[in-house]
């Protein structure tokens, strides 16, 4: 699917139900999700690649959720102007969000499996793996970061902000392979 809007396309709610889709050209825009609701969802079994750049609210809240055997692949840039978006990444064991392009968050929120292939990964704020949440009336408490190339950095400043595995009652996991570096 090519988005060629103009600048970029605004979404609320994106459901991902079949597999085969492929997004490129101009971004993907989401506003902030109300507290708890999932604005991007791909459904159990399904994959899905995003060739254009995600982007978002600075520091605004988003949450991405993967269903079971689902699979996400990011290529593109996934950053917003200023200091990125609050973005939680949900989804069962079966699943993985793959990560290969410049990312920029404020605070990311790692409840799935993610594997970081290439690229970079950064936040301005708190870096979380298994901080549990609830999105959508499911409550997802463990997470695993597998860094296997490019660079993940945590690169607040101010007083308190912190890369933490498991909080709260969560399961975190951080792998860091040959070509990764944390």
Known sequence: INIDATTQVAVTNLQ???SGYTFSGNPIYFPTAATGVGDLAVAAGKTVTFNCNMTAVGNGSGYWTL??????NVTGNIATGGTGQQLRF???AGSAFNLSGANVFSIPTILAPVNMTGGSLSCSGNFFIGY???INGTSYTTGTLTVSGGTVTETGSASGQFFMVARAGGTGTLVVQAGGTV
Do not use: E, K, L, R
């Open 67 to 72: 269903g079971n055997g689902s699979i996400m």
């Open 132 to 134: 549990p949440t609830t």
């Open 16 to 18: 991902i139900n079949n």
């Open 90 to 92: 949900g989804g069962a």
